[in-house]
Structures are given as structure tokens and as C-alpha cells.
T-cell receptor, first 118, second 114 residues
């Protein structure tokens, strides 16, 4: 079945560091990928929608300059947390939708990235 | 606006008990999709079911069953004869529109004790 690979699975770094998280669709092409953030014991909140070849669409309250999204190919989207601070520590999950067929194909989720900023 | 409400924050049952997780949704769209995901302690999301708004048939998959009722905007999930391995956080989610971004409920943490 469809697989979405997210890397790295765990990051610990110092405050002020920029961290890049990759989301790859391994066996399908995805014109649209989604980035979610989940704080401990909370739900997943959509941060942004990543569109291949165009700018990402950010949800209200999400700083686009803080969370840089690049979707340069049909199989890869990256999220860069710039100048990360402890409050950015969270679980980040990406998802992708197979572009073939009906637009309402289900999303496939990556396994998530635990980001801890010291 | 879309909204998903999972009123049960935490549920604790003893193994072999049946348990129902509630999900109520809000949307003005007539075409939408509802989902249930399981999130074990390891963090990954495990897809359980997707149901579109035009299919109100209930579904059973092994010990899992889902009851979709548009009249009450509910999509409840029942686990029969629960097992310790069912312990996880369960999310109900709603997807509408062309872009399919998903709105998640707050989640229900299910603990099944031996």
C-alpha cells in the first residue's frame, strides 16, 4: 500500500537551531501534502497545506516565516522550523494524498517527527 | 466551518468489555468524509476507517464497528471485547472540500486494563 516516509523521527537540538523535516511519498505522487502539529496530549492541528510547485497555504496563526515549507517535487515536501525555540517542541506529522483518481482519496500519514528544543 | 467533537477525554475499561467512542461533527457541506484513526504511544497514526457522507451503512470489521447517523451528525466507534492492545488515543476526523484538509477531534484516550 501507499507509504509516506517522514525523516527524521526524532530531533533534539539547541535553541536557535533550524531544523528540517522531510516528508516523502514512496510509491505515489502527491501534488498536495499536509503538515500537522501535535502538542502533548492534544489533537493534531493543521499547520499548512503544501502544494507542489507553488506556495504553501498556512492556517491562521501559523507563522510562514517561522515554518518554511517547500514542495519542490511530487514526492517530497519539507518543513523547516527556523530558529527553533523550546515552545516549538512538538510532534510534527505530515500526510500526502495520491494525486491519481478521485480528489477525495484518503490521506496517508507519515510516522511523525518528535522535535525537542533545549 | 468544520468541527469535530469527541466529548470523552479518557475512558478506562477492563479487558473484554465493550466500549463506544463518541464523535459528533459539524459541517455545512453535503459532501464530506469521516475518519477514525488510532494513535498508539509510539505516535504514528493508524487508519481505521473512512466513510463518505452518502453512505450511512454501518460497518463492522472484526471487533470494530462504526455507527454513522447523519440525523445526529454522529460517527461513533465501538470496540467489542476490548483487549489491552486496544489502548491508545483514538481520533475522529472530518474532511471536506476539494483540498481535503482534515479537522481532528480532540481525541479519546482509551485504556484497557487486564
Amino acid at each position: 500500500g501507499a507509504v509516506v516516509s517522514q525523516h527524521p523521527s526524532w530531533v533534539i537540538c539547541k535553541s536557535g537551531t533550524s531544523v528540517k523535516i522531510e516528508c516523502r511519498s514512496l510509491d505515489f505522487q502527491a501534488t498536495t501534502m499536509f503538515w500537522y502539529r501535535q502538542f502533548p496530549k492534544q489533537s493534531l492541528m493543521l499547520m499548512a497545506t503544501s502544494n507542489e510547485g507553488s506556495k504553501a497555504t498556512y492556517e491562521q496563526g501559523v507563522e510562514k516565516d517561522k515554518f518554511l515549507i517547500n514542495h519542490a517535487s511530487l514526492t517530497l515536501s519539507t518543513l523547516t522550523v527556523t530558529s527553533a525555540h523550546p515552545e516549538d517542541s512538538s510532534f510534527y506529522i505530515c500526510s500526502a494524498r495520491d494525486q491519481k483518481g478521485n480528489i477525495n482519496q484518503p490521506q496517508h500519514f507519515g510516522d511523525g517527527t518528535r522535535l525537542s528544543i533545549l | 466551518a468544520q468541527k469535530v467533537t469527541q466529548a470523552q477525554t479518557e475512558i478506562s475499561v477492563v479487558e473484554k468489555e465493550d466500549v463506544t467512542l463518541d464523535c459528533v461533527y459539524e459541517t455545512r457541506d453535503t459532501t464530506y468524509y469521516l475518519f477514525w484513526y488510532k494513535q498508539p504511544p509510539s505516535g504514528e497514526l493508524v487508519f481505521l476507517i473512512r466513510r463518505n457522507s452518502f453512505d450511512e451503512q454501518n460497518e463492522i470489521s472484526g471487533r470494530y464497528s462504526w455507527n454513522f447517523q447523519k440525523s445526529t451528525s454522529s460517527f461513533n466507534f465501538t470496540i467489542t471485547a476490548s483487549q489491552v492492545v486496544d489502548s491508545a488515543v483514538y481520533f475522529c476526523a472530518l474532511s471536506v472540500g476539494n483540498n481535503n484538509d482534515m479537522r481532528f477531534g480532540a481525541g479519546t484516550r482509551l485504556t484497557v486494563k487486564p
